[in-house]
């Protein structure tokens, strides 16, 4: 069983477009993060919700929306998609929010 | 100036080989710190967690931490081809929540 599970793994679209990128985690985790990994490999924490509430806001453009529906799930909506967000978004969970956090495989964006 | 600072690499070692990656950092309230592997075109995995200065060893790798240095260290014994991947530090304070990781080092062994 995948820990931490993405969906969709490849994202191709046009500039303007809205996406949605959807992220479970069946370990029992109250804490769950999105991040950013740029072309040289970069991982910059976006946002951090620990129970379904919003902990971490990393001066993320608003066109980025998370939304946490229940402690296993935490979703990530971009609107009006622009060439920069090309990257691959990772989501990951923790127990808590000082524990490591576990990564799921990653969704690659690719903005046309 | 980044927060935390990887040796670049990329590295190349042959089979067998002893590997030393290396993190330094700036900022004193970090005080957790972990090392991950990312293959290709998966997500990064939790190879490592130390709190305190000091080694700690889980198989063939080893975590060194020295915090009056602000410096910290993966070594890897008797590498294998299946250790070829990037390698990222990452750190955090007590109650940041989130990690700061570094730009990751890629490491070939070759057999």
């Known amino acids: 069983d995948t820990a931490v599970s993405q969906t969709p793994k490849y994202l191709v679209t046009q500039m303007g477009n809205d996406k949605s990128i959807k992220c479970e985690q069946n370990?029992?985790?109250?804490?769950m993060y999105w991040y950013k990994q740029d072309s040289k490999k970069f991982l910059k924490i976006m946002f951090s919700?620990?129970?379904?509430?919003?902990?971490i806001n990393e001066t993320v453009p608003n066109r980025f929306s998370p939304k946490s529906p229940d402690k296993a799930h935490l979703n990530l909506h971009i609107n009006s998609l622009e060439l920069g967000d090309s990257a691959v978004y990772f989501c990951?969970?923790?127990?808590?929010?000082?524990?490591?956090?576990?990564f799921g495989d990653g969704t690659r964006l690719s903005i046309l | 100036q980044k927060e935390v600072e990887q040796d670049p690499g990329p590295l190349s070692v042959p089979e067998g080989a002893i590997v030393s990656l290396n993190c330094t950092y700036s900022n004193s309230a970090f005080q957790y710190f972990m090392w991950y592997r990312q293959y290709s075109r998966k997500g990064p995995e939790l190879l490592m967690y130390?709190?305190?200065?000091g080694n700690k060893e889980d198989g063939r790798f080893t975590a060194q931490v020295d915090k009056s240095s602000k410096y910290i260290s993966l070594f890897i014994r008797d590498s294998q081809p299946s250790d070829s991947a990037t390698y990222l530090c990452a750190m955090r304070g007590a109650n940041a929540g989130k990690s700061t990781f570094g730009d990751g080092t890629t490491l070939t062994v070759k057999p």
């Open positions: 130390t709190y305190s200065s």
């Open positions: 919700y620990n129970n379904k509430e919003l902990i």
């Open positions: 370990l029992g985790h109250d804490t």
């Open positions: 990951a969970s923790s127990q808590d929010s000082v524990q490591p956090q576990h």
